[in-house]
């Protein structure tokens, strides 16, 4: 696996794609107005793409997961923010389940990339992040 930039991040590049539907969602009427949740919502799934970037200038390992950790919070914190968004019926089930889906998706590829950092048999030229 060879990981130039943090761009090169399987986790960061499926980031943008729960982002933009967060956007997306919170520009309608109903859930736009509520600004405390929409603040809310929007800077965890930022949030998200940030700690993946801010983590690959780590200079070791283990301070970039601890980033990738804050990541897969971030995305726990978007799941949570959905709940209230469906309960106050600003969205409606599918379109949850759909932002969940994909929430649960990105946190899947953050944990597979902190193992992959966690494992000591990886041969460390096959990357720039050691």
């Known amino acids: 696996m060879k990981i130039d930039k943090f761009e090169d991040?399987?986790?960061?590049?499926e980031a943008p794609?729960?982002?933009?539907?967060?956007?997306?969602?919170?520009?309608?009427?109903?859930?736009?107005?509520?600004?405390?949740?929409v603040d809310q919502i929007r800077g965890a799934a930022v949030s998200i793409m940030a700690n993946i970037a801010e983590g690959f200038d780590s200079q070791?390992?283990?301070e970039f997961i601890k980033f990738l950790i804050y990541a897969r919070?971030?995305?726990?914190?978007?799941?949570?923010h959905l709940y209230?968004?469906?309960?106050?019926?600003y969205i409606p089930a599918d379109k949850f389940q759909e932002?969940?889906?994909?929430?649960?998706?990105?946190?899947?590829?953050?944990?597979g990339f902190i193992k992959y950092l966690r494992n000591p048999n990886r041969?460390?030229?096959d990357d720039k992040i050691d």
């Not at 794609?17 to 949740?37: G, P, Q, T």
């Not at 209230?84 to 019926?89: K, M, R, S």
């Not at 932002?99 to 944990?111: E, R, S």
């Open 9 to 13: 991040i399987k986790a960061w590049q």
């Open 17 to 37: 794609n729960l982002v933009n539907e967060v956007y997306l969602v919170c520009s309608v009427k109903a859930f736009k107005n509520d600004y405390r949740l």
């Open 60 to 62: 070791s390992n283990q």
């Open 73 to 80: 919070r971030s995305c726990s914190e978007v799941q949570s």
């Open 84 to 89: 209230v968004a469906l309960d106050q019926d």
């Open 99 to 111: 932002l969940y889906n994909q929430t649960k998706k990105t946190a899947q590829l953050i944990n």
């Open 123 to 125: 041969n460390p030229n």
